[in-house]
Structures are given as structure tokens and as C-alpha cells.
Nanobody, 130 residues
Framework: VQLAESGGGSVQDGESQRLSCEAS????????MGWFRQVPGKEREEREG???????????YTADSVKGRFTISQDNAKNTVHLQMNGLKPEDTAMYYC?????????????????????WGQGTQVTVSS
């Protein structure tokens, strides 16, 4: 599975942005796709889970830190997930990575563990200025 991200860039505090991630290669319905983010100074293992979605039925998980502001959705025709980010804050500044793994999305009740992810995109920078 290969993941290609698009979107990202610099915005002002309170503005919106949308990230997209298209999966290619061997795609199967029992795939979970989503987003993690990494801030400078943190190791890759410390990437924060932002949101994840199960392609099979569209069920999703969202981090408390972005709940109510960020929404993950899917476009099955294009094997693509989108992350709509509204009300962006400077603390949302990070490198955002598309992530994918085989279902189930949760293991031990957690969907946001770095080591649970099988596939990673290259990352796209999101910078929010105050």
C-alpha cells in the first residue's frame, strides 16, 4: 500500500485547511486510514494520532485535542481519505502523516499507537501562525 498526501501549507489562526491521502497498490475494504502528526523535537514514535477511519463502514475515531474542529471522511471511489481542519490553532502546527493499517482499527482499545501503523506517507507540513 502506498500513500500520497496532498494539502498542507501555511494559514492564519482560525482558518481552515483540508488534507487528502490517496492509497494505491493492494487496497482492501478492511483497511483503516487516517492521520498522525509530529512536532519538532519529538521522535517519530511520539507521533500523535489525529483521526482514523475504517474504509469498510466509515466509522471513525478522532483525538480529543481536535474533536469538534477536525473531521475525517472518505471517498471510496478514489481510495482517499480527507481531513478537514477548521478553527486551526498555532498548536496544530506539525508535520501531518497519512497512516494506514489493516482492520481492526483498535488494538487494546487504542487506535492511535504509532507501532500499530503498517504504512506511512511522506508527510505534509501544516503551519498555523498567530
Amino acid at each position: 500500500v502506498q500513500l500520497a498526501e496532498s494539502g498542507g501549507g501555511s494559514v492564519q489562526d482560525g482558518e481552515s485547511q483540508r488534507l487528502s491521502c490517496e492509497a494505491s497498490g493492494f487496497i482492501y475494504e478492511s483497511l483503516c486510514m487516517g492521520w498522525f502528526r509530529q512536532v519538532p523535537g519529538k521522535e517519530r514514535e511520539e507521533r500523535e494520532g489525529v483521526a482514523m477511519l475504517y474504509l469498510g463502514d466509515g466509522s471513525s475515531y478522532t483525538a480529543d485535542s481536535v474533536k469538534g474542529r477536525f473531521t475525517i471522511s472518505q471517498d471510496n471511489a478514489k481510495n482517499t481519505v480527507h481531513l478537514q481542519m477548521n478553527g486551526l490553532k498555532p498548536e496544530d502546527t506539525a508535520m501531518y502523516y497519512c497512516a494506514a493499517k489493516a482492520a481492526p482499527c483498535t488494538h487494546g482499545g487504542r487506535w492511535d499507537r504509532y507501532f500499530g501503523v503498517s504504512y506511512w506517507g511522506q508527510g505534509t507540513q501544516v503551519t498555523v501562525s498567530s
